[in-house]
T-cell receptor, first 111, second 116 residues
Framework: AQTVTQSQPEMSVQEAETVTLSCTYDTSESNYYLFWYKQPPSRQMILVIRQEAYKQQNATENRFSVNFQKAAKSFSLKISDSQLGDTAMYFCAFMGDDMRFGAGTRLTVKP | DAGVIQSPRHEVTEMGQEVTLRCKPISGHDYLFWYRQTMMRGLELLIYFNNNVPIDDSGMPEDRFSAKMPNASFSTLKIQPSEPRDSAVYFC??????????????FGSGTRLTVV
């Protein structure tokens, strides 16, 4: 079974700074997808960014980018120019037969 | 599109009572998923459907939990009888046939269940 590990329960960053959230996973599959979801206090799960394992190029979505290291089974999320609205729980997810989530990282952006 | 719609948003019930959570997936989506979120266990997949048929219910914790999808636009998750340890946020999510791998899931706003 696939497992997803987020080793940072909590992180904080100053507004406008850059922060990186870590995620590692374990799988024997060669083709899969990885996702980062954001869960603000409203509780809504919002897709932030996705990465296809067979693509070497790291995905980017505006201020959000990933560092995908397939051999190391690592999938970190970088948030540039952090904004107060980025304060949320962030979940890393692995998609094989179904989607499995990490435990989450609570990010606080400080003014 | 209105997105995935869940009801109620909050539910408080007494131990032993039956609880029914409801979900309307996005029109045209073939997959429907039920997740449970707790502080201790995070997000757990309970069951998922493909074209209204349950595919994997291995995450359903006990026989007290049951889920149905009578048609493509409606699903229920029922707990009977409910217990305090069932208190959690329950999410429904949906995805189109070629969507899960490529686009992930679209989640509803969740139902916060409190069993007292």
């Amino acid at each position: 079974a696939q497992t997803v590990t987020q080793s940072q329960p909590e992180m904080s960053v100053q507004e406008a700074e850059t922060v990186t959230l870590s995620c590692t996973y374990d799988t024997s599959e060669s083709n899969y997808y990885l996702f980062w979801y954001k869960q603000p206090p409203s509780r809504q799960m919002i897709l932030v960014i996705r990465q296809e394992a067979y693509k070497q190029q790291n995905a980017t979505e505006n201020r959000f980018s990933v560092n995908f290291q397939k051999a190391a089974k690592s999938f970190s999320l970088k948030i540039s120019d952090s904004q107060l609205g980025d304060t949320a729980m962030y979940f890393c997810a692995f998609m094989g037969d179904d989607m499995r989530f990490g435990a989450g990282t609570r990010l606080t952006v400080k003014p | 599109d209105a997105g995935v719609i869940q009801s109620p948003r909050h539910e408080v019930t007494e131990m032993g009572q039956e609880v029914t959570l409801r979900c309307k997936p996005i029109s045209g989506h073939d997959y429907l998923f039920w997740y449970r979120q707790t502080m201790m266990r995070g997000l757990e997949l309970l069951i998922y459907f493909n074209n209204n048929v349950p595919i994997d219910d291995s995450g359903m914790p006990e026989d007290r939990f049951s889920a149905k999808m009578p048609n493509a636009s409606f699903s229920t998750l029922k707990i009977q009888p409910s217990e305090p340890r069932d208190s959690a946020v329950y999410f429904c999510a949906s995805s189109p046939m070629d969507g899960p791998l490529r686009y992930g899931y679209t989640f509803g706003s969740g139902t916060r269940l409190t069993v007292v």
